[in-house]
């Protein structure tokens, strides 16, 4: 589990789309499927659009953008849905900064440079790292390295 759909109900509550209240990750706002909540996976992919607003504090001028951004699922069992989901994206591919770059990841990337699809790789959970786990910083930079060199020799990157 990369985060995917925690870093969505992130970025929805973000919107106010959701409530402030409602901790990202527990909503599972795109699972629709009551099986895809109880077994907290993303079995279908969900699309939703979002509007958000950035303030002074986040970014050093205000803006605002649309995000039309698909949940889609991470397990290989589910790669029909993922293909869909990358051919209709500007791609993002999520990582888990603590586990590292998974098998799917790898191919879904890999398949998306084959089709000519620009792809930007977000290292999710180092906030989990640094203050749960409390890895070193240095530690966690190295874990940001080693994504990058995984993802380059798998898709034989220069």
């Known amino acids: 589990d990369h985060g995917k759909s925690t870093l969505?109900?992130?970025?929805?509550?973000?919107?106010?789309?959701?409530?402030?209240?409602?901790?990202?990750?527990?909503i599972q706002f795109t699972n629709t499927r009551d099986d895809a909540k109880e077994r907290g996976i993303t079995i279908k992919s969900t699309v939703i659009s979002m509007y958000l607003e950035m303030k002074k504090e986040d970014q050093?001028?205000?803006?605002s953008f649309l995000i039309n951004l698909i949940d889609s699922?991470?397990?290989?069992?589910f790669s029909t849905e993922v293909?869909?989901?990358l051919r209709a994206t500007d791609s993002a591919l999520v990582t888990d900064c603590i586990k590292g770059v998974c098998v799917q990841t790898?191919?879904?990337f890999c398949q998306?440079?084959?089709?000519?699809?620009?792809?930007?790789?977000?290292?999710?959970?180092?906030d989990l790292a640094l203050l749960k786990l409390q890895v070193l910083k240095e530690d966690l930079y190295q874990s940001f390295q080693c994504t990058i060199e995984t993802v380059?020799?798998?898709c034989f990157l220069p």
Do not use: N
């Open 8 to 26: 969505t109900d992130f970025l929805i509550s973000k919107a106010g789309i959701t409530t402030a209240a409602t901790k990202a990750g527990d």
């Open 112 to 126: 998306a440079l084959e089709e000519s699809i620009k792809s930007v790789i977000i290292t999710d959970k180092a």
């Open 106 to 108: 790898k191919t879904v």
């Open 152 to 154: 380059k020799q798998h």
């Open 83 to 85: 293909t869909a989901a």
């Open 73 to 77: 699922p991470g397990h290989v069992d």
């Open 60 to 63: 050093a001028e205000d803006g």
